[in-house]
């Protein structure tokens, strides 16, 4: 079983030690993989085609409509003979023919739905931004995960270096008579204790890169073939207050942008409800005629030629109509309503993504405030724990202390250079976010 052990642990340390073989990926290639790999950028990306599809300027919706008909049909029995007005008993075939053409020439609907439709393209570009944006963050906050985990499992196969040379060690001083069996029992406890944190934190690693892949939609890498680059600290100008980078945040923010946009399209959509009270006025034209022909008709009949008859008949009929609402059942005034209520929605909307960010930023502040204090503490606790095992080394080479009093030294040093290593990453997080929330983007 101790075989085992340690050529697990070898293998641990092996793969680690071949770092250089893996892929090595930053927080920017992850956030670009992302976002060409994820469906709901692909969907974002159709919804902006969508509404620019939907777009018409308001000079094209006044273009004419346009429409022929004609009609083919016979009649059978007793008719009127368009010819000579009288009722005769016969067969006739008829063909029908119609040009129809209206146009608008003045409908303000038109223009406040144009200028709607085009904010709504804008709208919908600001939302992938803030869909980016969020993917963002969160890809972040798994990026971050993975590096702390990847810098604890270094120290802890550090640290277990130590271990398993010192549980050699006193194996052979147990051996030769010079320490106690206890000694060895304590090695073997804290070495057991070790190798089982170790396991944990390589399994957790694991899932956590596993996570970050299914984050990124990638399927070509396996979490044990890739590894993180720490991230590079950004230093922020430490003058900088509050107000200021709300100010900046709110303009680079794109879920701000959205929500502004859509305060727009529900002042648009107040106006068309209120167009509705307004005339129309629109033109109209119309051109017509038929072609008439008997059949099975006893007698002698001159009957004019196809296009002559054509010719003959045709009507034109041209005119202007003016639509003037006055009463519909109070339907328009429930619509104005109801748009002025969406309006009052969409105002409270933006301010909610306003007090929301203004949240997130005041709470990083805060945490970056508070980790750069523990930070400077933890720092000098690493030291003193550092010295206190090195002087605790050195005695229990020489057999002046316990394994237990050793292993707890040691375990001091772990929980101290872990605070540490917590509070470093959580300075680097704060300013990474607080970057991005000024200028929505990594670098």
């Given at each position: 079983?101790?075989?085992?052990?340690?050529?697990?642990?070898?293998?641990?340390?092996?793969?680690?030690?071949?770092?250089?073989?893996q892929?090595?990926?930053t927080?920017?290639?992850?956030?670009?993989?992302?976002?060409?790999n994820?469906?709901?950028?692909?969907?974002?990306q159709?919804?902006?085609?969508?509404?620019e599809?939907?777009?018409?300027?308001?000079?094209?919706e006044?273009?004419?409509?346009?429409?022929?008909?004609?009609?083919?049909?016979?009649?059978?029995?007793?008719?009127i003979?368009?010819?000579?007005?009288n009722?005769?008993s016969?067969?006739?075939?008829?063909?029908?023919?119609?040009l129809?053409?209206?146009m608008?020439?003045?409908?303000?609907t038109i223009?406040t739905?144009?200028?709607?439709?085009k904010?709504?393209?804008?709208?919908?570009?600001?939302?992938?931004?803030?869909?980016?944006?969020e993917?963002?963050?969160?890809?972040?906050?798994?990026?971050i995960?993975v590096?702390y985990?990847?810098?604890?499992?270094?120290?802890?196969?550090?640290?277990?270096?130590?271990?398993?040379?010192?549980?050699?060690?006193?194996t052979?001083?147990v051996?030769i008579?010079?320490?106690p069996?206890?000694?060895?029992?304590?090695?073997?406890m804290?070495?057991s204790?070790?190798?089982?944190?170790?396991?944990?934190?390589?399994?957790?690693?694991?899932?956590?890169?596993?996570?970050?892949?299914?984050l990124?939609?990638?399927?070509?890498?396996?979490p044990?073939?890739?590894v993180?680059?720490s991230?590079?600290?950004?230093?922020?100008p430490?003058?900088?207050?509050l107000?200021?980078l709300?100010e900046?945040?709110?303009a680079?923010?794109?879920?701000?942008?959205?929500?502004?946009?859509?305060?727009?399209?529900?002042?648009k959509?107040?106006?068309?409800g209120?167009?509705?009270?307004?005339?129309?006025?629109?033109a109209f034209y119309s051109?017509?005629?038929?072609?008439?022909?008997?059949?099975?008709?006893?007698?002698?009949?001159?009957?004019?030629?196809?296009w002559?008859?054509?010719?003959?008949?045709?009507?034109?009929?041209l005119?202007?109509?003016l639509?003037?609402?006055i009463?519909?059942g109070?339907?328009?005034h429930r619509?104005?309503?109801l748009?002025?209520?969406?309006?009052?929605?969409s105002?409270?909307?933006?301010?909610q993504?306003?007090i929301?960010?203004?949240?997130?930023?005041?709470?990083?502040?805060?945490?970056?405030?508070?980790?750069?204090?523990?930070a400077?503490?933890?720092?000098e606790?690493?030291?003193?724990?550092?010295?206190?095992?090195?002087?605790?080394q050195?005695k229990?080479?020489?057999?002046?202390?316990?394994?237990?009093t050793?292993?707890?030294?040691?375990?001091?040093?772990?929980?101290?250079?872990?605070n540490?290593l917590?509070a470093?990453?959580s300075?680097?997080?704060?300013?990474?976010?607080l970057?991005?929330?000024?200028y929505?983007?990594?670098?």
């Open positions: 079983m101790k075989r085992f052990y340690y050529l697990y642990i070898s293998i641990l340390i092996a793969s680690a030690q071949s770092v250089q073989a892929q090595v990926l927080l920017q290639q992850c956030l670009d993989t992302g976002l060409k994820t469906p709901d950028f692909q969907i974002k159709l919804e902006i085609l969508s509404t599809t939907t777009y018409r300027s308001a000079a094209k006044y273009l004419p409509v346009v429409e022929f008909n004609s009609t083919h049909a016979y009649n059978f029995g007793s008719v003979d368009p010819a000579t007005n009722r005769v016969s067969r006739i075939q008829t063909d029908n023919f119609g129809n053409a209206s608008n020439l003045l409908d303000f223009f739905s144009a200028r709607r439709n904010i709504a393209i804008l709208k919908a570009l600001a939302d992938k931004e803030a869909t980016a944006s993917y963002a963050i969160t890809l972040l906050d798994n990026y995960n590096i985990t990847q810098e604890l499992l270094k120290i802890q196969l550090t640290q277990f270096e130590n271990a398993k040379f010192n549980l050699n060690r006193i052979q001083e051996e008579g010079s320490r069996k206890s000694d060895l029992y304590d090695m073997q804290s070495y204790q070790e190798e089982s944190t170790l396991l944990q934190t390589t399994q957790l690693l694991y899932n956590q890169k596993l996570t970050l892949l299914q990124m939609n990638v399927i070509i890498y396996r044990n073939d890739i993180l680059q991230i590079t600290a950004i230093t922020l430490t003058e900088i207050r107000e200021q709300l900046k945040s709110f680079a923010s794109p879920a701000i942008h959205s929500a502004e946009l859509n305060q727009h399209i529900a002042l959509e107040t106006a068309i209120r167009n509705k009270y307004l005339p129309k006025i629109s051109y017509s005629s038929f072609y008439y022909l008997p059949l099975n008709q006893s007698g002698t009949q001159d009957i004019a030629p196809f002559t008859q054509v010719n003959d008949n045709k009507n034109h009929y005119g202007l109509q639509s003037v609402p009463f519909n109070l339907k328009t619509d104005v309503q748009a002025k209520v969406k309006q009052q929605i105002t409270v909307m933006l301010e993504e306003k929301k960010l203004r949240q997130t930023i005041e709470q990083e502040m805060v945490k970056k405030e508070q980790s750069t204090i523990l400077s503490k933890f720092e606790a690493r030291l003193f724990a550092e010295k206190s095992f090195t002087t605790t050195a229990f080479s020489s057999g002046l202390v316990d394994a237990i050793f292993t707890s030294s040691k375990n001091q040093m772990l929980t101290a250079e872990y540490l917590k470093n990453l300075v680097a997080y704060a300013d990474l976010k970057y991005f929330l000024q929505n983007r990594f670098d």
